[in-house]
């Protein structure tokens, strides 16, 4: 199989929406799989096959350049005695130096071959690297699709069990029971007809569960289940008394199972997203009430404007406050307390005594930061545009790596990171809004922009649109959604100018600092618990309104528990690390990724230039 057929392996995937409208039973979506992970396993070789070829041309190409030096030796060697052999021609013109003239040929012959030789392995060496890297976006895409028939089976699963067990069946059943002494035929013969649907309703249950495909499964957990059977019909076919009081009754029942699919994950240990309707949750505008000035008694009034160096700051008068300046403010006459204040500067704080009107001019100072445990911090950058908020994260210890042992097969072996310093990163990933900062600040044209556009997956497959970039990755965004369609070129030329704007060390997450920050001290899966459940996470499949859409507003969900927002998919991050293969490494999932892929330990490796619509980034700032 050549490498185009190789690669013609991905194109023919199916992902997402298209495989969950499909509708496919368990069996048909377990035959899928199957056949995907066989595919995948074989892929994952061809690749592995694949990047060892190109490693042995590399060497090879190294190797011919050595040969070409010592072939460059031989031919100046080779050209050197012949200019010494023509000059001793002058001298005798019978003097045969063919030989001398063949050795010179011969020597620039085998110069030019192996330099002709270099070029062809190095063109064949970089064909060999782009293949490389298209096998590995698609071995992804391929991931991916597993991911995705994985959570279609787990639906499948359920929809299969919500159908077996809701099924009507019609039971006859026979009862006998004693009468008791004080009690009237008629009460004797409603207890037996009651006894009597308890027991058809009682076994026909057992059968229920006994008859489910997944009935071990389900046993399991019987007892913490609200099934219940519903009794459609009954009717008395037969009853009579016998003996000593003794009622004898036989009905006819159309019983049906009730099971809800809340309870049906409960039943079978999934998560409740895949039993439950997910609606966008309504936005809730909230309005910003101003406070006004503070009430008195006195009658005469004056006029105080405040101004100062900077700008959204906000103005205390005497412990009330009045917004930003520029501020016109009438105020008693008498002595007030002026405080101006602003996130990054030091606070500036008078009392100035109003017998008439006045102008009072503030000048703020840029504070110092020094990091303390869960400290929120920004820095102010140059022409007073705020910078990220970020969030201190301590110094410590944590296993990193695929602790809970079901990971795939990109994730790394559990070792132990010891951070030894506290580090600010950013809380959420850049926005939109954030990158556009620094394009106009820079005139930066993205790699996206310069050629190609950038990729998004369609039908299973990373496909490229020259029209796509971080101004329009294909998806409807605003200025608070996280920037995507940007490569890790793109990420470090953010983080030097920040840097620059700063006065302050910024730079991309190592993976160990990423994950520390994401584990936030947990050592499950996700930093709320094992289960991704729903509307925790912006990822595919994950219940909320974004899920498989689009990019989520950053800030969407709940912070972790050192306070950063979305370290579970929206977006993959781009990461530093030692380069494996030249790649490297995104973390944390994505909207349109399944869940087990938004796992903390996932990583997923890609080419530097690589940019995408579900990619994007965050920043670290050292101390």
Not at 462 to 485: H, S, Y
Request: net charge negative; charged share 25%; proline share 2%.
């Amino acid at each position: 199989m050549n490498r185009i057929a190789q690669f013609s392996l991905i194109i023919a995937l199916s992902l997402s929406q298209n495989i969950l409208a499909a509708n496919l039973s368990v069996a048909d979506v377990e035959n899928k799989i199957s056949a995907k992970q066989s595919e995948y396993n074989n892929y994952n070789s061809s690749l592995e096959a694949q990047i060892a070829n190109a490693a042995s041309l590399e060497r090879e190409l190294g190797e011919l350049r050595q040969n070409a030096t010592l072939a460059d030796a031989d031919r100046q060697s080779a050209l050197i005695e012949m200019n010494l052999q023509y000059e001793k021609v002058i001298d005798d013109p019978e003097l045969n130096i063919s030989p001398v003239i063949e050795t010179y040929a011969k020597a620039v012959r085998t110069h030019k071959a192996i330099k002709d030789a270099i070029t062809d392995k190095y063109n064949q060496w970089q064909r060999e690297l782009q293949e490389v890297e298209q096998m590995q976006i698609s071995k992804h895409s391929l991931l991916n699709t597993i991911e995705g028939l994985k959570e279609q089976l787990n639906s499948a699963r359920i929809d299969r069990l919500y159908q077996e067990f809701n099924r009507q069946e019609a039971i006859v059943v026979s009862h006998n029971i004693a009468c008791d002494k004080d009690e009237t035929l008629a009460k004797c013969i409603t207890r037996g007809k009651s006894l009597a649907k308890q027991k058809a309703s009682k076994r026909f249950l057992d059968s229920v569960y006994e008859g489910l495909s997944e009935s071990v499964e389900a046993e399991k957990r019987r007892q913490l289940s609200d099934a219940s059977v519903q009794v459609l019909r009954s009717e008395v076919a037969d009853s009579n008394f016998s003996g000593q009081g003794n009622y004898n009754i036989k009905m006819n029942l159309q019983l049906q199972g009730n099971l809800k699919r809340s309870e049906g994950c409960e039943l079978l240990g999934l998560d409740r997203r895949y039993c439950v309707n997910f609606k966008g949750s309504e936005s809730t505008e909230v309005s910003s009430v101003k406070m006004s000035p503070m009430a008195t008694d006195e009658s005469v009034m004056y006029e105080l404007t405040i101004r100062s160096n900077v700008f959204d700051d906000e103005v205390f008068i005497d412990g009330v406050s009045y917004g930003s300046t520029k501020l016109q403010v009438m105020l008693p006459s008498g002595e007030h307390d002026i405080e101006v204040v602003k996130r990054g500067y030091e606070s500036s704080r008078q009392k100035v005594t109003l017998s008439e009107s006045k102008t009072l001019k503030v000048e703020l100072n840029r504070s110092q930061y020094t990091f303390s445990k869960g400290e929120r911090i920004q820095d102010i950058l140059a022409g007073d545009i705020p910078g990220p908020d970020l969030v201190v994260i301590p110094a410590g210890s944590f296993r990193m790596g695929d602790i809970t042992g079901v990971g795939l097969d990109n994730e790394r072996p559990v070792q132990t990171q010891d951070l030894k310093q506290s580090f600010g990163i950013s809380e959420t990933e850049i926005s939109v809004k954030a990158f556009e900062v620094f394009v106009n600040s820079t005139s930066y044209v993205t790699d996206a922009e310069k050629q190609k556009g950038c990729a998004a997956y369609e039908d299973g497959q990373a496909v490229w649109k020259e029209d796509r970039n971080w101004r329009a990755p294909g998806f409807a965004q605003n200025e608070n959604n996280p920037v995507v369609c940007v490569s890790m070129h793109d990420a470090k030329a953010y983080v030097e100018w920040i840097s620059q704007a700063s006065n302050q060390a910024y730079k991309l997450p190592s993976e160990a600092r990423w994950e520390y920050a994401a584990r936030a001290g947990k050592e499950t899966d996700y930093w709320w618990g094992e289960g991704v459940s729903t509307d925790n996470a912006n990822c595919g499949w994950c219940g909320s309104q974004w899920s498989n859409v689009s990019t989520a507003p950053v800030g969407s969900f709940e912070r972790n528990d050192f306070g950063l927002f979305d370290t579970v998919g929206n977006v993959w991050e781009w990461t530093t690390s030692k380069q494996v293969n030249g790649n490297s490494v995104v973390r944390g999932g994505a909207w349109n990724f399944a869940p087990r892929l938004a796992r903390v330990s996932t990583r997923m490796e890609l080419d530097s230039s690589f940019r995408s619509n579900y990619i994007g980034f965050r920043v670290v700032r050292e101390q």
